[in-house]
């Protein structure tokens, strides 16, 4: 596609739901990049895919929380149970390479209520 | 582990005047170093760019030097403008593949 694509736009859940949101990056881009916005907050770090794999799984903030990419393109990012503390913008982004631009989706807004 | 610090915001302006955003980091090896912006109601995108020491990275009058010694990547301007107004983002790419964002500075010029 022409840029990364993130689904669904928004989404909203009730506490204790399971979701899975999607990103589609952009054809080619080996580097995939899954980082969380709150509110007037700055971009926290996730996870991150190079190729299919995930090299650092580091910024996960619980178990609740995995991700997984396929045939080096899509990736989905699952929130099990999900708690209040997870509303937020979740961002996902590629790039060629690692040291390259990344290109960033418009983003997941996810509403626990 | 590495990690970027840019100054406090929100930063305010009125038009015409100079800006520096400061960003500073900590990283292993060389990583490469990039200022991204996001206009309000827009997603991010890259401002500029810088891969190795002493680059400077350019773009809409923005700039920005690689400074190694100094662990250093200030963003510049000469003269904003009220279109200018954004939240801008220092990050690092380190030298293994993580893509590191500092939290953001918001930047307000007047007219």
């Known amino acids: 596609g022409a840029g990364v694509s993130q689904s669904p736009s928004n989404k909203v859940t009730e506490k204790g739901k399971d979701v899975e949101l999607r990103c589609d990056p952009i054809s080619g881009h080996t580097a995939l990049y899954w980082y969380r916005q709150r509110l007037g907050q700055g971009l926290e770090f996730l996870i991150y895919f190079q190729g299919n794999s995930a090299p650092d799984k580091s910024g996960l903030p619980s178990d609740r929380f995995s991700a997984e990419r396929t045939g080096e393109s899509v990736s989905t990012l699952t929130i099990q149970r999900t708690q209040q503390e997870d509303s937020a913008v979740y961002l996902c982004?590629?790039?060629?390479?690692?040291?390259?631009?990344?290109?960033f989706g418009q983003g997941t807004r996810l509403t626990v209520v | 582990g590495d990690s970027v610090t840019q100054m406090e915001g929100p930063v305010t302006l009125s038009e015409e005047a100079f800006l520096t955003i400061n960003c500073t980091y900590t990283?292993?090896?060389?990583?490469?170093l990039f200022w991204y912006v996001q206009y309000p109601g827009e997603g991010l995108q890259l401002l500029l760019k810088?891969?190795?020491?002493?680059d400077k990275g350019s773009n809409k009058g923005f700039e920005a030097t690689y400074r190694k010694e100094t662990t250093s990547f200030h963003l510049e301007k000469g003269s904003v403008q009220v279109s200018d107004s954004a939240v801008y983002f220092c990050a690092l790419s380190s030298n293994t593949g993580k893509l590191i964002f500092g939290q953001g500075t918001t930047l307000q010029v007047k007219p």
């Open positions: 982004a590629s790039s060629y390479r690692v040291d390259t631009e990344a290109f």
């Open positions: 990283a292993t090896g060389y990583p490469s």
């Open positions: 810088a891969t190795k020491a002493d």
